[in-house]
């Protein structure tokens, strides 16, 4: 399938980017192209203008800043994925970049994009609301930042405006235990449900607890029945189950074509033990 008519802008500066934007409400900004381009492809998107960011300087960088790791928007899933920094960081963005697509979508796609994009089975969005990441955008009103528990507010939409350009992903850094784990059809396919899991523990019971569900909904959503069992408790296999099990009934899935909500609940409550199980092995 072919695309609708668009034209093409690629500019050499965010600032130049952040006008082109600005200029046309039906424009859409362009980066790694995975999932926009797709959904052209289908006639879902009619942007009339693609505004290219895939190469500004602005939107590259991966570095930690005391504790803070900062990941340039523009920076490709795969270069995340397979950094060192990242790794010791924050392991729990490695697991979820894992599952984004295949391979070569992960080479092409990038941070910022799968986040701005706010596909509610999307695994970096709810790995981000875990790790209470925020992201940096910049538009005509200057720079501001968003919690990345505030950026979803819809199915594949976000609290961006129309001209402003996400350039930067802030990550804590702390020593969470993590985990995370999505149940498919095949590999590579969107989840029928995802768990997202950042626990603190200490002297063997878990103190704080982070589990953000995906697939099972509008937008991906924290699972705080299931945080509630864990809290102040060892995390043996009956809690374990427990958590899942709470996190399944309290869930609410879209019926689709796809899967029916006992589906969608029974792949959350196995995503969720899955999760749970690497985050006590760790």
Do not use: W
Not at 54 to 81: F, H, M, N, Y
Not at 118 to 136: G, S
């Amino acid at each position: 399938m072919k695309p609708p008519p668009f034209h093409y802008a690629r500019p050499g500066t965010l600032d130049e980017a952040v006008r082109l934007l600005a200029a046309d409400e039906d424009a859409k900004a362009l980066a790694g192209g995975q999932s926009l381009l797709p959904m052209m492809n289908f006639r879902l998107a009619r942007p009339s203008v693609l505004v290219d960011i895939g190469r500004l300087p602005e939107l590259s960088g991966l570095r930690r800043k005391d504790d803070v790791l900062v990941i340039g928007a523009g920076v490709r899933q795969r270069t995340a994925e397979t950094a060192q920094l990242v790794r010791e960081s924050c392991p729990l963005l490695g697991l979820a970049l894992r599952h984004v697509g295949h391979h070569q979508i992960r080479s092409r796609g990038t941070i910022g994009g799968s986040l701005a994009h706010a596909d509610p089975a999307a695994e970096l969005c709810a790995a981000a609301v875990a790790l209470d990441a925020e992201v940096v955008v910049t538009g005509t009103s200057g720079r501001r930042s968003i919690p990345a528990s505030d950026l979803f507010v819809a199915p594949f939409q976000t609290a961006l405006s129309a001209e402003e350009v996400l350039t930067e992903v802030r990550v804590p850094v702390r020593a969470a235990r993590c985990g995370f784990a999505e149940i498919g059809t095949r590999a590579g396919d969107f989840a029928l449900a995802g768990v997202a899991a950042a626990l603190d523990v200490a002297d063997g019971a878990v103190t704080e607890a982070r589990l953000v569900g995906l697939g099972i909904g509008g937008t991906v959503q924290r699972l705080p029945e299931a945080e509630a069992v864990l809290r102040g408790q060892a995390l043996d296999d009956a809690l374990i189950a427990s958590a899942a099990q709470a996190a399944a009934d309290a869930t609410a899935p879209p019926d689709d074509p796809r899967a029916d909500p006992h589906t969608r609940r029974a792949a959350l409550r196995s995503a969720a033990h899955r999760a749970l199980k690497q985050v006590s092995n760790a």
